[in-house]
């Protein structure tokens, strides 16, 4: 954090007029879209927490994963991270990993903002949130295992402070998510005024333009998701790209998750969260090719041949990844340490 605190200031020193125009567009963007869309769900979330603490049995699974991964679907970000730093009985282990599968984009953002916003097509939400939803369900069924997290506790009835509480703490919150929101923005465009996207595409095969989508989605995943939408590549990769982006979330989404709750081995999570970002971005690349439209954008054509074998490498490719990300995963549920027996010192002696 401190970090960027400093690339800031700089940044504000040798830029000024193109900081000040982010930070209002950054502004502008949370006052209109995220205050509206955020607020009852932080509002509700806070209520929840108050009336009906986590306890009892979800079955196998843990019951804060269970709420996290339920609110943080239903209200996004940081939904999902409010409920489990609100938990203080978490190990460093289940923390992290309750905070990978429940740190979800909001429904609305997938279909009003992506969907039918960037694409025009509402059909193009079902492959968008059924990638985005799937991978983190299926993340969910290796990772939410863990029993009870003690004895089940009645429901709470809410008085008119605990209200109060709740909407004091929602306001507090929406504060947190506009200044990272802004920050990254202005981050953002100093990195472009400074020349970095241009030496980046000097160094590296790529136009200004995907580099520039790439860097806004790793900073902000709205930015990015409104120009990876305006990319000339085909269809399929183009809404695979804002799925990962939807996913992964950027660093305004990180810095929001650390304001509600500490992150065991950030490094770690961060890794994770690319992996499953880039599963269900490959998902995403998959099951876009059930659309008609993205069928017939890909075998119409003079080159319909070479487009047809290039949909089945990409078939090839996405189901491989995201084989791969499921066996990572998957080796994870193993990885924990076994509990020590009463007499395992008994008999090492």
Request: aromatic share 6%; glycine share 10%; hydrophobic share 55%.
């Amino acid at each position: 954090m401190l970090w960027m605190i400093v690339l800031v200031l700089i940044g504000l020193i040798a830029f000024p007029e193109r900081a000040a125009a982010a930070a209002a567009e950054g502004a502008t963007s949370w006052w209109l879209h995220v205050v509206p869309a955020l607020t009852p769900h932080l509002v509700l979330t806070g209520l929840l927490l108050k009336s009906a603490p986590a306890g009892g049995r979800c079955g196998p699974f843990h019951p804060v994963a269970v709420r996290a991964l339920l609110l943080g679907a239903a209200g996004g970000y940081p939904a999902g991270a409010r409920v489990i730093g609100a938990e203080a009985d978490l190990t460093d282990r289940q923390r992290r990993r309750f905070l990978l599968l429940s740190s979800l984009p909001n429904p609305a953002f997938l279909i009003s903002v992506v969907a039918v916003g960037l694409f025009g097509r509402s059909e193009t939400a079902l492959p968008l949130c059924g990638a985005v939803y799937g991978a983190a369900l299926v993340l969910f069924l290796l990772l939410g295992r863990g029993g009870a997290a003690g004895n089940a506790k009645r429901p709470k009835r809410l008085s008119a402070a605990d209200v109060a509480d709740a909407i004091g703490a929602a306001g507090e919150a929406i504060v947190r998510i506009g200044v990272c929101i802004v920050l990254c923005r202005v981050l953002l465009a100093l990195l472009e005024g400074a020349g970095a996207v241009r030496l980046l595409a000097a160094i590296l095969p790529a136009s200004e333009e995907t580099l520039t989508a790439l860097l806004s989605g790793f900073l902000e995943m709205s930015s990015g998701c409104a120009l990876a939408a305006r990319l000339p590549v085909p269809f399929s990769l183009r809404l695979g790209l804002c799925a990962f982006f939807s996913m992964f979330g950027g660093l305004s989404i990180l810095l929001q998750i650390r304001s509600f709750s500490n992150i065991p081995s950030l490094w770690r999570f961060l890794l994770e969260r690319l992996l499953l970002a880039a599963a269900a971005g490959a998902l995403c690349c998959g099951l876009c090719r059930l659309l008609p439209v993205a069928a017939a954008e890909a075998m119409a054509g003079p080159h319909a041949v070479l487009r047809r074998a290039g949909t089945l490498l990409e078939l090839v490719i996405s189901g491989g990844f995201g084989l791969l990300c499921g066996v990572y995963f998957a080796l994870l549920t193993r990885s924990a340490p076994k509990k020590r027996q009463p007499g395992d010192n008994a008999r090492t002696v």
